[in-house]
């Protein structure tokens, strides 16, 4: 009978690493989207061993509070997944950057909430951690989709901030996006004799007219300009190269800034495409930055006072629609996420945990 | 040690045999393109007994000529192969109808070849028969190419007789075909930050509409009314529902009346398309109908005076890029082609026999 091998894959979490170190550590739990278990199990244990904090498990989503009392409550959030490793796991260290496999997305984010978690005791505002799975796939395996659905009083908060890589940035809400599929009809016929038919494809030379000549809008929000786009992603037609098309699908995306609900982003799209059959295929809602919130005008003046509009959709939108306004802020170039040479900066994960420890009221 | 079964495959072809009889014969020989060597061996065969022609051979195309020198010299045509059977081998007689794969598309057209041949020992006209294979499937494969290219001389005439289906009437020459890929290109960028990007599909949209809103020609030639046509026949963009697409191919179609040559239908459509980058990707030339030459003049009187244009691309081209003059005209009905409910009349194909009998001086 042999003894099980060693591996060198942690199996507990020390919080009182520094951040860059606590990264490292948690690039080195092999946790793609699906097979979060084991970090999720060492996120847990590491945040009970800390007796300011209740802590509730569902899934492999974590959420742990403070109950102080305070005026306000604030939750930062971070994601346990990655995208699959590319050879580029364990983490190695060269100077200040950090390389591996969800150094930029999002492990350095997580290492900063563990470390706030773990050091601030009694923070100016009640705090609330989340840690999450499957963010890098479908939006049904979500994890904090599923805390939404489940257990939304765990998520109850005046501000979130979602410590995706923003580069040290802060980036207001997020843009929302719906796709739309148009479909253009006509009768197929022989293209020999092309006027017993109706061709479909030059049916969308309107569609796509008015796609061209679309001025999309700009509108600031909190101070925060987003700048909306409506596009065609995807348009298919033809049967035979002797055949007269009967369908032509033409298939749309609009990214509309946070002042629209979605409801209003829809009845814009069929605005535009008025006399054109048109079918909602994906739905995102936007998010409000909220920067006129007070938690918000503190976590800003804080970090620096500098805002920028997020374009990309994010979860923040999921905080926005339980009314929870939401920024992204954290450490990594989000340029680099799912790239095989993904890294951070030590420097970028130390200024962030310094200046959220700094609004929360802890020392710097 | 058993004997080898027996086989309904005919092996030999009697062309004292009626023209309906003589098709069911020919349809109970399968020549699928490819599988065409017994069918031609046949063929040979029997018009090696007829002591008034001679007769060559190239792969599994066969060509019987006359040598009377008559003042002119005509060319009846028909390929031996068919398109895949659909349990519709052998042949069935019912009233009126033969029913089977071929009957229309054209086994009812070279049994009218075949009876001519064996009928007409002292014709009016020269006449050279040409059967050959591989029509059904791709240009490089037809049998009449091969012998445009390899034996052109044996193809020599002054008026050319394809007989595929027309429904016994004449079809004049035939519409030319050129196919074109326009490619739009533009920028990739990701659709949440459009402006970063170049859309290519939405340059598409100035030639769809220049699609929509062309004027078709339509040209009187030899009397006959040809009506040209231009159309996307597909159109392909988009890299993913979030991505601006880089690149939108537009494949058109261009019909065109044989007025034209390939180079002057190439220059019109770089003229519909100026400003776009445009590449041929399939050419076929047109073929004049050739009605006002003597012979056609008394083939158009035999056969009842009337013609009409032919819109579909058919070999009628090869005689004509030959200098010889050609229509369609066989006893097959050309909407029955390639189904599986194929079949011809009786009395279609006597027609058709008759009267190219009595245009070439022979008793009716």
């Not at 796509?208 to 679309?214: E, H, M, P, S, W």
């Not at 800034?257 to 809602?285: C, K, M, N, Y």
């Not at 306004?325 to 680099?336: E, K, T």
Request: charge should be negative.
């Amino acid at each position: 009978m042999s003894s099980l091998p060693e591996t060198s894959v942690p199996t507990a979490l020390d919080l009182t690493l520094d951040g860059g170190a606590l990264t490292a550590r948690l690039v080195d739990f092999p946790s793609v989207s699906g097979d979060e278990q084991a970090l999720a199990d060492a996120v847990e244990a590491a945040l009970r061993e800390l007796p300011h904090l209740t802590v509730d498990r569902y899934g492999n989503n974590v959420v742990a509070r403070t109950h102080l009392g305070r005026a306000e409550r604030v939750l930062l959030a971070g994601h346990l997944d990655t995208v699959p490793i590319a050879d580029n796991v364990p983490s190695r260290l060269d100077g200040d950057l950090l390389w591996g496999c969800g150094t930029a997305d999002m492990k350095s984010g997580v290492a900063v909430q563990l470390r706030l978690a773990a050091t601030l005791p009694a923070p100016n505002r009640d705090l609330t951690f989340v840690f999450y799975d499957c963010e890098e796939v479908d939006a049904v395996r979500n994890g904090l989709g599923h805390l939404v659905a489940q257990h939304p009083d765990w998520l109850a908060a005046d501000f979130a901030v979602l410590m995706e890589p923003s580069g040290a940035m802060v980036e207001g809400g997020c843009q929302g996006s719906l796709r739309a599929r148009i479909t253009l009809t006509g009768v197929r016929a022989h293209s020999a004799r092309s006027w017993h038919g109706d061709n479909a494809i030059h049916h969308a030379a309107e569609v796509l007219g008015r796609l061209a000549g679309y001025q999309a809008r700009r509108v600031d929000i909190d101070g925060l300009e987003y700048r909306e786009g409506l596009n065609a992603v995807g348009i298919s037609g033809g049967v035979a190269g002797n055949v007269i098309p009967d369908e032509c699908v033409v298939t749309v995306n609009f990214r509309y800034a946070p002042d629209r609900t979605v409801d209003q982003a829809e009845a814009h799209l069929r605005e535009v495409f008025a006399g054109f059959e048109l079918e909602l295929v994906d739905i995102s809602p936007a998010a409000l930055p909220g920067l006129s919130q007070p938690a918000a005008q503190a976590f800003l003046a804080a970090t620096g006072g500098e805002a920028r509009a997020k374009f990309g959709w994010t979860d923040v939108a999921r905080f926005s629609a339980l009314g929870v306004p939401a920024v992204n802020y954290g450490p990594g170039d989000p340029n680099l996420a799912h790239k095989r040479d993904e890294h951070v900066s030590l420097a970028a994960i130390a200024d962030v945990e310094r200046k959220l420890r700094s609004w929360l009221g802890g020392a710097e």
